[in-house]
């Protein structure tokens, strides 16, 4: 396992991620063999056309694929530890508290780190409801 605060490993590494997901007609790959790496203070973009498979990475490396999602082959490594080797209880203590994922739309959709609760109170509270 990588040390947390060892500047020369990756805080994010994705090795040959593929994703399919389950249809009538059978599994359909939506994401084949994407691999990267994020060093701490860089950022990425991922960048390509309607359907191409970007949020399916990110969804991938939340572990929110929804029932008909599988995590086909390949490794998610978050400062060293695998994500796809946690516990649900685990990957609980690790989502909103060190990774979260930013939807592309922002206004429209639920903040993964805040609780139901606080955000229909905000909606509440401009709403005058």
Avoid: W
């Avoid at 390509?48 to 995590?71: D, N």
């Avoid at 080797?85 to 922002?106: D, F």
Wanted: charged residues 20%.
């Amino acid at each position: 396992m990588a040390e947390i605060d060892d500047l020369s490993n990756p805080v994010l590494a994705l090795d040959n991620l593929c994703v399919s997901y389950d249809t009538r007609e059978g599994a359909v790959p939506a994401v084949v063999d994407v691999s990267l790496s994020l060093q701490q203070g860089e950022c990425v973009g991922l960048v390509g056309e309607s359907g191409c498979g970007k949020t399916t990475v990110a969804l991938a490396i939340m572990r929110y694929l929804g029932a008909h999602g599988r995590l086909m082959r390949g490794r998610i490594l978050f400062k060293g530890r695998d994500l796809l080797q946690l516990s649900p209880k685990m990957l609980r203590q690790v989502r909103g508290a060190e990774v979260t994922m930013v939807y592309q739309e922002p206004t429209t959709a639920l903040n993964p780190s805040l609780t139901i609760g606080t955000q229909l109170q905000e909606v509440c509270a401009i709403t005058g409801g």
